[in-house]
């Protein structure tokens, strides 16, 4: 187990042995990276609020259920995509056609395989990849956002969303081959050499 697992273990213990400082320190180390995971589906702040919060609820109530089989971070990103694509659907909002995390526009992470020619700034990068993900399929979305803009490895991947890792490959695969098809048909220029 690495440190931060095992320290995480820990946490979860004295968490359900009745120290909510322990799980306060799960919240603060986690709270950064659920954000900008929520950001990736909606723009309205509120709302990313709600879905970080109600995801840490859930986990609280749910912790005695963790089974330490995965990270707990893994656990805990499960539960907010899960929360994510309920409260979209909740709202009635296709999780196909929702929006970008903000922070995209000022750091853009293109997905592999497809630098654009010539000298596009950041921010139309970043629009360019945005307007090509809300046309994926969600099944294809999400592991494209999981993977190439939040970095998850494809064992956490496949932990998060329940799958088997060669399901992930493969969504992958298909994902990255539609991202591609999706970008030809928007911007063309993207095929020019």
Same mark, same amino acid.
């Given at each position: 187990?690495?440190?931060?697992?095992?320290?995480?273990?820990? @946490?979860?213990?004295?968490?359900?042995?009745?120290?909510?400082?322990?799980?306060?320190?799960?919240?603060?180390?986690?709270?950064?990276?659920?954000?900008?995971?929520?950001?990736?589906?909606?723009?309205?702040?509120?709302?990313?609020?709600?879905?970080?919060?109600?995801?840490?609820?859930?986990?609280?109530?749910?912790?005695?259920?963790?089974?330490?089989?995965?990270?707990?971070?893994?656990?805990?990103?499960?539960?907010?995509?899960?929360?994510?694509?309920?409260?979209?659907?909740?709202?009635?909002?296709?999780?196909?056609?929702?929006?970008?995390?903000?922070?995209? @526009?000022?750091?853009?992470?293109?997905?592999?395989?497809?630098?654009?020619?010539?000298?596009?700034?950041?921010?139309?990068?970043?629009?360019?990849?945005?307007?090509?993900?809300?046309?994926?399929?969600?099944?294809?979305?999400?592991?494209?956002?999981?993977?190439?803009?939040?970095?998850?490895?494809?064992?956490?991947?496949?932990?998060?969303?329940?799958?088997?890792?060669?399901?992930?490959?493969?969504?992958?695969?298909?994902?990255?081959?539609?991202?591609?098809?999706? @970008?030809?048909?928007?911007?063309?220029?993207?095929?020019?050499?």
């Amino acid at each position: 187990m690495e440190p931060a697992a095992n320290d995480d273990a820990h @946490l979860v213990q004295e968490t359900l042995a009745g120290s909510q400082v322990s799980f306060q320190l799960l919240v603060e180390r986690y709270e950064t990276r659920l954000f900008a995971l929520a950001r990736h589906y909606t723009r309205s702040q509120v709302e990313v609020e709600d879905i970080v919060q109600d995801s840490f609820l859930k986990a609280y109530r749910r912790l005695a259920s963790f089974d330490h089989r995965s990270s707990f971070y893994t656990w805990l990103y499960r539960i907010t995509v899960n929360t994510i694509l309920d409260s979209l659907k909740r709202k009635g909002r296709s999780p196909v056609t929702s929006v970008e995390d903000p922070e995209l @526009l000022a750091q853009p992470a293109p997905v592999e395989g497809f630098a654009p020619s010539g000298n596009l700034e950041r921010e139309e990068v970043a629009e360019v990849t945005r307007k090509v993900l809300e046309e994926l399929p969600e099944i294809f979305r999400t592991v494209l956002i999981l993977r190439e803009l939040e970095g998850l490895a494809y064992q956490e991947i496949a932990d998060t969303l329940g799958i088997s890792i060669g399901t992930v490959e493969s969504r992958l695969f298909r994902a990255r081959g539609r991202f591609k098809e999706k @970008l030809l048909a928007l911007f063309p220029e993207f095929g020019e050499h």
